[in-house]
């Protein structure tokens, strides 16, 4: 079983950064795939940024040039650096590890961290 720990949410000012990181308690496969998701209320949840085997990245299109995801499989540890905060950008961040095997996906959630962007 795979749990998966997020922290450093908080408060910034517009213009800020902030650094989450998500900790698993078992190891992480090279060929897992990680990921951050964001959700406020009422909405869904939304893909931001994601890694997978190779570091190969991909970015939502309104965090690209601003958010940087990186893993770190020693440390079991994948990290989403955020700079140029936004008020948009105030959410709930999850962190997401999707194991998948010949046919089939599971997908591992943390608890979530809030990020609020505010003056």
């Known amino acids: 079983q795979v749990r998966l720990v997020e922290s450093g949410g908080g408060l910034v000012q517009p213009g800020g950064s902030l650094r989450l990181s998500c900790a698993t308690s078992?190891?992480?496969?090279?060929?897992?795939?990680m990921g951050w998701y964001r959700q406020t209320p009422g909405k869904q949840r939304e893909l931001v940024a994601v890694?997978?085997?190779?570091?190969?990245?991909n970015y939502a299109d309104s965090v690209k040039g601003r958010f940087t995801i990186s893993r770190d499989n020693a440390k079991n540890t994948v990290y989403l650096q955020m700079n140029s905060l936004k008020p948009e950008d105030t959410a709930v961040y999850y962190c997401?590890?999707?194991?998948?095997?010949?046919?089939?996906?599971?997908?591992?959630w943390g608890q979530g961290t809030q990020v609020t962007v505010s003056s």
């Open positions: 997401n590890l999707r194991r998948s095997t010949v046919g089939t996906a599971n997908d591992y």
């Open positions: 078992g190891n992480i496969f090279s060929r897992d795939a």
């Open positions: 890694i997978i085997s190779g570091g190969i990245t």
